[in-house]
């Protein structure tokens, strides 16, 4: 059967789009802030929702999702918490996939096959946690077969063919490329580097790939986007609503900034995959 993440990458193939994936942090600045937030990122042009389930540890993160990670948990928010915002979110919207990024503790606590079946429930498509190497996967990866939820992996620059093979084998949804060696939010990035990298990924693999980590503005995003199957954005998207929470804005106001920089960043990739087409 189709779920919602294969489905959508069939359709932005045929369409020979992109997808534009956020990145935001449950919880962050507040709980009330997340089910708008995630429909307004949808109406800015997001393809899919990637939702940070907020740990005290986030190791792969910088500073600006460590910050996001903080606020949401001095308010509050647990994985249970989390997978009830998603429930709310496919209430109103059945068909925009969400994927939860996080560590493996709070799930190694919930108990694999509890958590597959709440998430699946929920409406959750897939989880990306980051600190599970797949050759310990094997009571998660089954635990998520029995529920058609779909386990996302990183794959880094340092990343062997070998190894790329084996992650190939039992990763669904997507592949994400971490495009720099650093965590999220970095901001050197090399372009030609990933764009040739993601090219080599690509041409091995049975899922899509997508690519995250330095992406900070709608130029990078295009010059991306003609070499990936989806652009992941996180820290510039926190960094924006951040700012406009310390400049006092109202929810209303600081969703808008957020969404601004998105719909950005999505005119950007659009643009840019027209002229490769007409240039084709």
């Known amino acids: 059967m189709t779920n919602r993440i294969e489905a959508r990458f069939q359709m932005l193939a045929e369409s020979r789009r992109t997808a534009l ?4 942090t449950a919880g962050d600045p507040g709980p009330e802030m997340t089910l708008p937030l995630m429909h307004g990122l949808v109406k800015a042009g997001a393809d899919l929702l990637e939702l940070g389930v907020p740990f005290s540890d ?11 990670s903080e ?15 998603v429930a709310a979110f496919r209430s109103e919207d059945a068909t925009t996939p969400v994927i939860l990024m996080g560590y493996l503790n709070p799930i190694e606590r919930m108990g694999y096959s ?3 079946r709440a998430a699946a429930a929920a409406g959750v498509d897939g989880v990306l946690t980051v600190d599970l190497p797949p050759e310990e996967g094997e009571e998660y990866l089954a635990a ?5 939820l779909d386990p996302i992996f990183l794959v880094s620059p340092t ?11 039992v990763a669904r949804g ?13 901001a050197t990035l090399d372009v030609d580097g990933v764009r040739a990298r993601l090219s080599n990924i690509r041409k091995g693999s049975h899922v899509p790939t997508g690519v995250g980590f330095g992406v900070r503005d709608g130029k990078t995003a295009a010059q991306l986007a003609v070499a990936a199957d989806a652009v992941v954005v996180g820290s510039a998207l926190i960094e924006r609503l951040e700012s406009a929470i310390e400049r006092g804005l109202s929810q209303d106001e600081a969703i808008g900034e957020v969404a601004a920089l998105l719909e950005e960043m999505r005119l950007a990739m659009d643009q840019i995959e027209e002229l490769s087409h007409e240039l084709a």
């Not at 994936?21 to 935001?24: E, H």
């Not at 647990?78 to 009830?84: I, S």
Request: aromatic fraction near 10%.
């Open 21 to 24: 994936i956020p990145f935001l």
């Open 58 to 68: 986030p190791m792969a993160d910088g500073p600006v999702i460590q910050r996001a």
């Open 71 to 85: 606020r949401a948990l001095l308010q509050g928010m647990t994985l249970a918490k989390v997978l009830r915002l």
């Open 114 to 116: 509890v958590f597959a």
């Open 144 to 148: 998520f077969d029995s529920v058609a």
């Open 159 to 169: 990343t062997t063919d070998s190894r790329l093979r084996l992650i190939d084998r």
């Open 174 to 186: 997507f592949l994400y490329y971490v495009s720099l060696k650093g965590v999220t939010g970095s």
